[in-house]
Antibody
Framework: QVRLQESGPGLVKPSETLSLTCTVS?????????WGWVRQPPGKGLEWIAS???????YYNPSLMSRVTLSVDTSKNQFSLKLNSVTAADTAVYYC?????????WGQGTLVTVSS | QPVLTQSSSASASLGSSVKLTCTLS???????IAWHQQQPGKAPRYLMK???????DKGSGVPDRFSGSSSGADRYLTISNLQSEDEADYYC?????????FGGGTKVTVL
């Protein structure tokens, strides 16, 4: 059974970089599939951020592309998200998910608050 | 790019049925979508993938009460024998050239 778990700081200062890691268990990232990030601001809907393949091929939400970097570490079975120049509008629960056309399964999510 | 439109809310009585709609934008009526359920305070959970033909493929452990159907650009999620734990937000999702799109979500209230 594939499981995903997000980790990273819960508080980031404005203008700094948000960094999160998703650890995958029960499935080897090297076996294929894309791996993605989705966020959800408090009380709002879901927004897809980006997805990455094991080879590093990446697809981005055009609205966030300029600030987002994804990476993958197959040796640790992890993939990571960096979002730079954050503002209060980036405060959200961030989810990682396997991207095999649709997003399934999902991690439990981690709340990241942008505040000084 | 596809746009997914969902009603903001729906309600039905315990034990009854509710049918949610996700409408694909013009030119995208053949797209496959996925339905996800998000219970309060929890992560989204994949329910099913639904084709324009009405064929659907449910995720592991999804109760038989959940079913899908399609008509033109509309994709439906029907929940039968509504239970209290079905009170949640329901999102539809689609994808195009590896870019993902979500509907705004429908909040289901069980009366």
């Amino acid at each position: 059974q594939v499981r995903l778990q997000e980790s990273g700081p819960g508080l980031v200062k404005p203008s700094e970089t948000l960094s999160l890691t998703c650890t995958v268990s029960g499935y080897s990232i090297s076996s294929g599939s894309y791996w993605g990030w989705v966020r959800q601001p408090p009380g709002k809907g879901l927004e897809w951020i980006a997805s990455i393949y094991q080879t590093g091929t990446t697809y981005y939400n055009p609205s966030l592309m300029s600030r987002v970097t994804l990476s993958v570490d197959t040796s640790k079975n992890q993939f990571s998200l960096k979002l730079n120049s954050v503002t209060a509008a980036d405060t959200a629960v961030y989810y990682c998910a396997r991207d095999y056309h649709c997003l399934d399964p999902w991690g439990q999510g981690t709340l990241v608050t942008v505040s000084s | 790019q596809p746009v997914l439109t969902q009603s903001s809310s729906a309600s039905a009585s315990l034990g009854s049925s509710v049918k949610l709609t996700c409408t694909l934008s013009s030119g995208h009526s053949s797209y496959i979508i996925a339905w996800h359920q998000q219970q309060p305070g929890k992560a989204p959970r994949y329910l099913m993938k639904l084709e324009g033909s009405g064929t659907y493929d449910k995720g592991s452990g999804v109760p038989d009460r959940f079913s899908g159907s399609s008509s033109g650009a509309d994709r439906y999620l029907t929940i039968s024998n509504l239970q209290s734990e079905d009170e949640a937000d329901y999102y539809c999702e689609t994808w195009d050239s590896n870019i993902h799109f979500f509907g705004g979500g429908t909040k289901v209230t069980v009366l």
